[in-house]
Each structure stands twice: as structure tokens, then as C-alpha cells.
């Protein structure tokens, strides 16, 4: 059996891939995480994830390594992690009543194999009450998330429904993500 490693730093998928029953090691990935002109927001993160599965296996060539990159898709615009809250406030603005895409690349890399996947989630936004935004920009939590929210958090509120994975929204494709472990 080979060592399992996650070439990610979110906590999100490393607890997805916990709850999947795999064990695993971390080592985040430092490539240059800037789209390219034109670049299709699903290449964008197909591209992502097998570059950070490659830096990581480069370094661990006996390792099975598992990259994954995430973005949120409004209107062909990419929402990636705000740089700050006045820009986390634009986002969720730009969201409030809204469906939008939630794009996730990963890829596989081992000695012997590149598997890729990329999985697309519809994501419909209610509009966001004032009041209700505020209380959010005030946790904080819109920093760390493509599209400044977390589905499975307070801004779950404002979703009444998806078209996709579940899981994809957080991070991670569970189903596809086994799929591409297993060969399947």
C-alpha cells in the first residue's frame, strides 16, 4: 500500500477525506495559483490540482498523491478567497439571488498513473438580508473560502438548493474524488 498524500492545506478536505475512511498526510502545495488570460474557469482548476499533485509527488515519488483546487463561478466571472472583507462583501453581494457555479478540480498523480476530474455544482442564492450579512462579515469566516462562504456554515441560510455534489461546495467531491483513489 502506499502513503496517501493530500497536497492541500484546507481543513475542509482534509476532514471530507477523513470521513471518506482514508488515512492520509498533508503537504501543501506552493505553486503560482494565478488564472491564466482567458482561461476557462473548469481548466483553470483542472490545472491547479494536477500542478499541486505533481509539485508534491516530485518530492514524494513513492507516494499517491491527491491535489484539489476549488473556485465559485458567477456570470463567467472567478470568485476565488477574498483579499479582504470589503471584497468578501462585493462577493456575497454579487451572489445574493443568484445561481452560481462551484467548480473542483482534482487529480491523482502516482508513479504509475495521472487521473484528473473536474466536478461542477450549481449553487442557488437567496437574496441575503442586510442584517443577516452583516452578522457574517463580521465572523470572518468569508476570508478563507472561494466566493467568501462556506455551505456548510452560517451562509447556508441564504441556499435553498444545489443541482450537484454537496460536498463539492465544501471542497472536496467525495464520490469522485474514491472514483479516481480506486481507478474506477
Do not use: C
Not at 493530500?6 to 478536505?13: G, I, Q, T
Not at 508534491?56 to 478567497?81: C, F, M, R, S, W
Not at 461542477?120 to 437567496?126: G, L, Y
Request: hydrophobic share 40%; aromatic share 6%.
Amino acid at each position: 500500500m502506499h502513503q496517501l498524500i493530500l497536497a492541500s492545506a484546507s481543513p475542509r478536505r482534509r476532514e471530507l477525506l477523513s470521513q471518506a475512511g482514508y488515512t492520509f498526510e498533508v503537504a501543501p502545495a506552493h505553486i503560482d495559483e494565478t488564472r491564466r488570460p482567458n482561461e476557462d474557469p473548469s481548466a483553470y482548476v483542472a490545472r491547479l490540482a494536477l500542478e499541486k499533485a505533481q509539485a508534491i509527488h516530485a518530492q514524494h515519488p513513492d507516494a499517491i498523491v491527491l491535489g484539489a483546487a476549488t473556485t465559485v463561478v458567477l456570470n463567467g466571472e472567478v470568485l476565488n478567497k477574498p483579499a479582504d472583507l470589503a471584497e468578501a462583501e462585493k462577493m456575497l453581494r454579487a451572489l445574493s439571488g443568484q445561481t452560481h457555479q462551484v467548480h473542483t478540480g482534482i487529480a491523482v498523480v502516482s508513479s504509475t498513473t495521472q487521473r484528473s476530474h473536474v466536478e461542477t455544482t450549481n449553487v442557488f442564492f437567496a437574496p441575503i438580508p442586510e442584517e443577516d450579512l452583516s452578522i457574517y462579515l463580521a465572523t470572518r469566516d468569508s476570508l478563507d473560502k472561494a466566493g467568501a462562504y462556506g455551505i456548510q456554515g452560517y451562509a447556508a441560510r441564504w441556499i435553498p438548493r444545489i443541482e450537484g455534489d454537496y460536498f463539492n461546495v465544501m471542497g472536496l467531491p467525495v464520490a469522485a474524488t474514491v472514483r479516481l483513489l480506486t481507478h474506477q
